[in-house]
């Protein structure tokens, strides 16, 4: 069984706490921060954002039409 960092744990549960209390737009931009600091990695990344879009939709729909070079995820440049 993998125990999971609770470093890790910690920061998922707060991306999710974001989500739910600040929306979508808040919460990627805490798991972009997150990522970026590295509390969690890039084997988080798909599963935060498919969490993220199950309960927002038609926020990633739309993030994606916008999106430049067709990215998920429109951040400017780090």
């Not at 209390?21 to 931009?29: D, E, F, K, N, T």
Request: aromatic letters at 8%; a positive charge.
């Amino acid at each position: 069984m993998n125990a999971m960092n609770p470093a890790r744990a910690q920061t998922l549960l707060q991306i999710r706490d974001v989500l739910i209390g600040s929306g979508p737009a808040a919460a990627v931009q805490a798991t972009r921060t997150a990522f970026e600091s590295g509390r969690i990695d890039a084997r988080d990344v798909p599963e935060v954002y498919l969490a993220l879009r199950a309960r927002s939709r038609s926020f990633f729909e739309e993030l994606g039409k916008s999106a430049p070079g067709n990215s998920r995820f429109p951040f400017a440049p780090a």
